[in-house]
């Protein structure tokens, strides 16, 4: 759907591509912060969050990435994070990843041909 990352296998790489209107967007499926699946794990509980101002959403850990830079505008367990998901904030943070900070994602060039999402690929 419209604002929810879906991931994609691009040339065996795994790329997670956005739609938002007219517009595509394309960049790393995987958090910089943990390396885990900004579309969530098909089978679990934690599902991709909607694009929200122009920024997607870690729903493991909260940290928001620009769409169209890739540039961190939120780092991880934030306060608004953790108050909003409790169970995950507590436990997350004394486990996993907590002092490591988020780094911007790596986007890539999209064009939207016939309805298709074309993604551009350093060789």
Not at 43 to 72: M, N, Q, W, Y
Not at 91 to 112: C, G, H, I, Y
Request: aromatic residues 8%.
């Amino acid at each position: 759907p419209d604002g929810t990352p879906k991931e994609v296998r691009v040339r065996s790489r795994r790329v997670a591509i956005v739609r938002q209107g007219e517009e595509a967007f394309a960049f790393s499926a995987l958090c910089s912060h943990a390396r885990l699946p900004l579309a969530g794990f098909p089978a679990s509980p934690v599902k991709p969050l909607p694009v929200r101002d122009d920024c997607i959403t870690c729903p493991f850990h909260g940290a928001r990435f620009e769409l169209a830079s890739g540039k961190v505008v939120r780092e991880p367990f934030t306060s608004e994070w953790n108050n909003d998901h409790p169970f995950l904030g507590r436990v997350q943070e004394k486990l996993l990843f907590f002092n490591k900070k988020a780094e911007d994602m790596q986007t890539f060039p999209v064009r939207v041909e016939d309805g298709e999402i074309i993604v551009g690929l350093p060789r």
